[in-house]
């Protein structure tokens, strides 16, 4: 390649890349002809004929499209480039064209930037002022985050306003009330008699057959084995711990802890031969070995062993409930005593 050829090349790559000749462009088919030939041999083209050809049979909605997009694109510049600025709009237009593939304002329904200006008047957030100089504008979009700023804004406002309100009724009701309030005498000295009569507070028995019924419905108790009635997935559980609250702290086989109301959960019959504790009932609060269930009475046979004395027993099956004894290893006699009460 000689070195003509290759200038010729660069100057010609250049060319493409920037602006060139607007008579030289068709916008129906954006294409950019870098001289008249190629624009004439374009105009020639197959296939710019059958696009002419469709636009001839849908011209509005062509016009109407380009016009938006032109649109769009001017208003996306001024609010990235001109936010919240007043600007000249020759400026901006000068800006926007200088894009290689801008939409060409003769393929819009406009014809010049003064028509143009005069519809962006119309749209909200653009304020136009025509003065000597020539047009300005001004765009103030309103995105999310300025309407949620804004938002906040006035309600922070009425707020302080509501604020100062209620402040001055208040100082305003004191006020009242201390002219209005009759004159209050002054304390006086009084002497105390050397006898004094003493007194005891006793609760009354409503309460206490109150607090007695809630002792006998609460059945939980540390190192029996639950299930959950609404989580069926979970599984069984053990329970691990009662806070004040009464929340249950149930430790699952797959590791989680979760905690509780008493109403959650239900009690867990073992199998024949294992240890069971008696939730309910005048025998509530003991320990037995389960001998055999009766599915059709909801019962169950059980035996106690009392001062080494063997007894078995007829219990509901809502009564007993699967224990683990070795939850409570570790634990003290007291602390054992309380974790069953």
Not at 95 to 110: D, G, L, P, Q, R
Request: glycine share 6%.
């Amino acid at each position: 390649m000689t070195k003509s050829n290759l200038l010729k090349g660069v100057s010609n790559r250049l060319k493409s890349k920037g602006l060139q000749k607007l008579r030289w462009y068709c916008q129906l088919c954006e294409k950019q002809c870098r001289d008249e030939n190629g624009f004439k041999c374009h105009c020639l083209s197959e296939s710019h004929i059958r696009r002419v050809h469709n636009f001839g049979t849908n011209q509005q909605s062509t016009v109407a499209e380009f016009s938006r997009a032109f649109e769009l694109n001017f208003l996306k510049h001024l609010q990235c480039s001109y936010r919240h600025t007043r600007v000249e709009a020759t400026r901006v237009y000068n800006e926007v064209i200088s894009h290689k593939e801008h939409i060409h304002m003769n393929a819009t329904k406009w014809t010049t930037l003064t028509e143009f200006l005069k519809h962006l008047a119309s749209k909200e957030g653009c304020e136009i002022e025509e003065t000597p100089k020539g047009w300005f504008i001004l765009y103030r979009p309103t995105d999310s985050e300025e309407a949620l700023r804004m938002r906040l804004n006035n309600k922070r406002e009425r707020e302080n306003v509501n604020e100062r309100s209620i402040e001055k009724v208040i100082i305003s009701q004191s006020k009242s009330c201390k002219s209005s309030a009759p004159n209050i005498p002054s304390p006086s000295k009084m002497q105390m008699g050397k006898t004094v009569q003493t007194f005891t507070l006793k609760p009354k028995p409503e309460c206490i057959s109150h607090a007695q019924e809630a002792l006998d419905c609460q059945w939980i108790c540390v190192g029996l084995v639950v299930r959950v009635k609404a989580k069926q997935s979970l599984g069984k559980g053990v329970v691990s711990a009662i806070n004040r609250l009464h929340l249950v702290t149930v430790s699952f086989a797959i590791g989680i802890f979760q905690e509780f109301s008493q109403a959650e959960l239900e009690p867990v019959v073992p199998k024949i031969g294992a240890s069971v504790f008696i939730i309910s009932g005048s025998l509530k609060g003991a320990k037995a070995e389960l001998l055999g269930i009766d599915l059709k009475r909801k019962e169950a046979r059980i035996q106690m062993v009392d001062d080494g004395h063997r007894a078995d027993k007829i219990v509901g099956l809502s009564e007993i409930c699967k224990f683990e004894e070795s939850r409570l290893v570790g634990l003290t006699s007291t602390e054992q005593t309380h974790a069953l009460a």
